[in-house]
C-alpha cells in the first residue's frame, strides 16, 4: 500500500482551506479549528495539521494569535480587476524593440530590485540536482562535447514532451517536436514560416512584447485584439477582425495565463478559436511557456488539444519551470513542420543536447513533477504577497489581475499616472518594472505596468514596493 506524500497531504489540506475562505464559509477574524481538532477530523497527524495552518500563514490567509489559535486573517477590500480594453483601429507596425532593450538593461544591475523582466529566482531551480545530473552525463559519455546534436533535438526529450502533452489532451509524437534555443526561438521561426513581411498578425492586447519585437523584426503588422484579464482573448472581436479573407496571417496567443495579464481562457473559448481559425485558414502559434504553472489543481489543456488539422503550431520552454540556462524549448507545429524545421536548421542548425538530456531524466525520473509542486506554491504565495504590498501601499484607484498561473501581474493605475515617468522615479531609486506601453505596438497602457513576481518575498522586496507605491501616488496627486 502505498504512503501519501505527508507534504501532498498538507498542501491539498491547506488549499481545500483556502478555498473555504475565499467562499466566506470562514469570515475575517472568525477562530478557525484548533491543531488538535484540525488532525482529528482530518485524519492527519499533528505536525501535519501544523504544517497546514503555517502555509495558510504564509500565504496571509490566516494569522496566529498567542495562547489563543489560528484565526482567518482581516485584509481589506481587494482591489478590482483592470478593464478589458476596447477595440483598436487598425493593424500597424511595430517600434518597440529600443525602448524595451533601454528597459532591459536597465534590469541587469545587480543592485536593481528587477521587478521588470519575468525572471525567476535562480534559488527557485533545481540548480544543485540538475548540475549533478550534467556531471554524471558528461563522465559517461565525453565525447558530447564533440558531436553535433539531431536537428529536431535529442530523441530523449522528444519523447518526453510527447508523453507530457497526451496527459494534457495533446496528440503529439516524439517525431512532430523541434527542440529550440527557448521559447523564443520557436516563436520566432513559426511566425517566419506562417507569414510573410508586411502581413498582419493577430496579438492579444496587452501581450508579451518579446512577441511584438518578433514581428517589428520581421517587417509585420500587429493587430491589437481586445483581451479580458479573467477570460483572455476576446472571440467576437477576433471574428470580426478575420472575417474579409487575408485580412490576418496568422494570431498569436498565449491561452493558458498570458503574460502578462496571466488570464486563462475557457475551454470552450479554446475550442471556439481554433475551429474558427482552421475554417478561416488562419494559423495559430500558441504559446504555452506558463501552462504548468497552474495555481489549481489540474493543468489546463492547451488550445493545441482541439487542433484536428495541424494548424496549431504549440510552442514552449522549460525556462521558466526548470533552467533558464539550458535555453531549452520546443515546438510542435503540425502542418507547419517541414517550413519549421527548416527554419531551425538555417537559424541554429541545433540545439545543445547535453542540457535536453538532463531535462529528459528529470522528467523520467519524477524529479520535473515534484519540483513543479513546490515551484507553483512559491509563485502563488508570492503573486498573494505582491498583490497586498499593492493594496497597502499603490494609490486606492489602483487595479490588479488576479492569474490564476503563472507569476507576473499587471496593474492598472489611475489614468494621470505615466508609467513611464514612475519608471524613472523607480530606477532611480534601485527598482525596475515593465511599464504597459511595451506590451502594446501602438503605444497604449501608458498608466499601466507588470511586475515580476517570480522572486521570493524579503524585507528588501517590501521596501520596493512601498517606494513604487509612494511615487505612484504623489504622481497621481
Known amino acids: 500500500m502505498n504512503t501519501p506524500d505527508p507534504e501532498f497531504v498538507y498542501l491539498q489540506l491547506a488549499q481545500r482551506l483556502a478555498d473555504a475562505i475565499g467562499s466566506g ?7 478557525l479549528p484548533s491543531v488538535r481538532l484540525l488532525a482529528q477530523r482530518e485524519r492527519v497527524s499533528i505536525a501535519t495539521a501544523l504544517a497546514t495552518y503555517r502555509h495558510l500563514e504564509n500565504r ?26 476596447a477595440a483598436k483601429r487598425a493593424p500597424a507596425f511595430v517600434g518597440v524593440n529600443r525602448l524595451v532593450m533601454e528597459i532591459l538593461d536597465a534590469s541587469q544591475d545587480p543592485k536593481v530590485v528587477a521587478l521588470g523582466a519575468a525572471c525567476p529566482s535562480s534559488s527557485l531551480f533545481p540548480n544543485s540536482k540538475l548540475q549533478r545530473m550534467l556531471g554524471a552525463r558528461t563522465r559517461r559519455r565525453p565525447e558530447s562535447f564533440g558531436v553535433y546534436g539531431m536537428a529536431t533535438g535529442a530523441e530523449s ?3 518526453q514532451i510527447a508523453q507530457r502533452a497526451f496527459g494534457y489532451g495533446c496528440r503529439i509524437e516524439p517525431e512532430e517536436v523541434i527542440v529550440t534555443n527557448g521559447c523564443m526561438e520557436a516563436l520566432n521561426i513559426a511566425l517566419h514560416a506562417v507569414a510573410a513581411p508586411g502581413s498582419v498578425v493577430a496579438l492579444e492586447s496587452p501581450t508579451y512584447f518579446g512577441v511584438l519585437q518578433i514581428v517589428e523584426s520581421l517587417g509585420m503588422k500587429a493587430l491589437e485584439i481586445p483581451t479580458s484579464p479573467r477570460t483572455g482573448l476576446s472571440l467576437d472581436a477576433l471574428d470580426l477582425a478575420t472575417r474579409k479573407p487575408g485580412a490576418v496571417s496568422a494570431l498569436v496567443v498565449m491561452p493558458n495565463f498570458s503574460n502578462p495579464l496571466g488570464c486563462l481562457m475557457p475551454d470552450a473559448n479554446k475550442k471556439r478559436m481554433v475551429e474558427l481559425m482552421a475554417e478561416r485558414g488562419i494559423p495559430v502559434i500558441e504559446d504555452d511557456i506558463y501552462g504548468d504553472l497552474h495555481f489549481g489543481e489540474r493543468r489546463p489543456k492547451p488550445a493545441k488539444a482541439w487542433d484536428r488539422t495541424g494548424n496549431v503550431l504549440l510552442a514552449s520552454s522549460f525556462t521558466k519551470t526548470v533552467a533558464p540556462g539550458l535555453r531549452v524549448g520546443w515546438i510542435a507545429p503540425g502542418r507547419w513542420f517541414p517550413q519549421v524545421s527548416m527554419l531551425k536548421f538555417i537559424a541554429t542548425i541545433s540545439t545543445a543536447e547535453l542540457g535536453q538530456e538532463v531535462i529528459a531524466e528529470f522528467m523520467a525520473n519524477g524529479g520535473y513533477d515534484h519540483h513543479l509542486r513546490r515551484l507553483r506554491r512559491a509563485f502563488r504565495e508570492q503573486v498573494e504577497r505582491m498583490t497586498d504590498a499593492i493594496e497597502r501601499h499603490f494609490p486606492p484607484e489602483t487595479r490588479v489581475t488576479r492569474p490564476a498561473g503563472g507569476f507576473v501581474l499587471w496593474v492598472e493605475l489611475p489614468a ?6 514612475l519608471f524613472q522615479a523607480a530606477s532611480a531609486k534601485g527598482v525596475s518594472f515593465g511599464p504597459g506601453v511595451i506590451f502594446s505596438p501602438t503605444g497604449r497602457y501608458t498608466h499601466h505596468l507588470r511586475l515580476n513576481c517570480g522572486l521570493p518575498w524579503s524585507d528588501r ?3 520596493a514596493m512601498r517606494g513604487v507605491g509612494q511615487a505612484a501616488r504623489r504622481l497621481a496627486g
Request: hydrophobic share 35%; aromatic share 6%.
Open 157 to 159: 526529450l522528444r519523447h
Open 461 to 463: 522586496l517590501e521596501t
Open 25 to 31: 464559509a470562514f469570515v475575517p477574524g472568525e477562530r
Open 60 to 85: 496571509r490567509l490566516v494569522e496566529a494569535r498567542p495562547k489563543s489559535g489560528y484565526f482567518v486573517r482581516a485584509r481589506p477590500p481587494r482591489l478590482a480587476e483592470p478593464e478589458q480594453p
Open 416 to 421: 494621470s499616472v505615466d508609467a513611464l515617468e
